[in-house]
């Protein structure tokens, strides 16, 4: 598809389980980003992937989560041990560098609703 | 630390009214980003603008319009003659030209009734 591509739409796990989310961004964007939505939080930044590499991980709020990136496209979000707190969408954005420069304009996808029960 | 205020936490117009929402930023930073978001039902953000802090310049696209004050740290935004497909949550956000992380506010529900 042409836009950012984030599966699942929707995912209701149980406290304690692991839960892997995935992010399929624009063909050709080398920068990928995660963020989590929450009620009580807002919008939070969670990691930015340069190609396969994350210059910045300051965001991901415990060693529970964890995110990787191959081949400078896919990206999975893991989060471990499940907690209700988890509770949120998880947004996915990708830039193309040039572009961002120029004008700062992330693409974003619909996001992975998660409820922890 | 950064930190951006949205005070407006819902606002409703009818059609066709000037509606403005208000964005107030902190940062220690001297070189900054200031971002505009729109995310609609779908859920998905879609981008409206980016300002540098060297550019106090008003910007006017179409019915949008943005007014950034760096004196009260504010970079207010302005829909001209509302319509209901402006109906949607509005963010504003903030970043250090040295990261790319954003900083978001809490975001305005602007809901426009026909």
């Known amino acids: 598809g042409a836009g950012v591509s984030q599966s699942p739409s929707n995912k209701v796990t149980e406290k304690g389980k692991d839960v892997e989310l995935r992010c399929d961004p624009i063909?050709?964007?080398?920068?990928l980003y995660w963020y989590r939505q929450s009620l009580g939080q807002g919008l939070e930044f969670l990691i930015y992937?340069?190609?396969?590499?994350?210059?910045?991980k300051s965001g991901l709020p415990s060693d529970r989560f964890s995110a990787e990136r191959t081949g400078g496209s896919v990206s999975t979000l893991t989060i471990q041990r499940t907690q209700q707190e988890d509770s949120a969408v998880y947004l996915c954005?990708?830039?193309?560098?040039?572009?961002?420069?120029?004008?700062?304009?992330?693409?974003f996808g619909e996001g992975s609703r998660l409820t922890v029960l | 630390a950064q930190k951006v205020t949205q005070a407006q936490t819902e606002i409703s117009v009818v059609e066709k009214e000037d509606v403005t929402l208000d964005c107030v930023y902190e940062?220690?930073?001297?070189?900054?980003?200031l971002f505009w978001y729109k995310q609609p039902p779908s859920g998905e953000l879609v981008f409206l603008i980016r300002r540098n802090s060297f550019d106090e310049q008003n910007e006017i696209s179409g019915r949008y319009s943005w007014n950034f004050q760096k004196s009260t740290s504010s970079f207010n935004f302005t829909i001209t003659a509302s319509q209901v497909v402006d109906s949607a949550v509005y963010f504003c956000?903030?970043?250090?030209?040295?990261?790319?992380?954003?900083?978001f506010g809490s975001g305005t529900r602007l809901q426009v009734q026909p």
């Open positions: 956000a903030l970043s250090d030209t040295g990261r790319r992380a954003l900083t």
């Open positions: 940062t220690r930073d001297t070189t900054y980003y």
């Open positions: 992937f340069q190609g396969n590499s994350a210059p910045d």
């Open positions: 063909s050709g964007h080398t920068a």
């Open positions: 954005a990708s830039s193309y560098p040039e572009s961002y420069a120029n004008t700062g304009e992330l693409f």
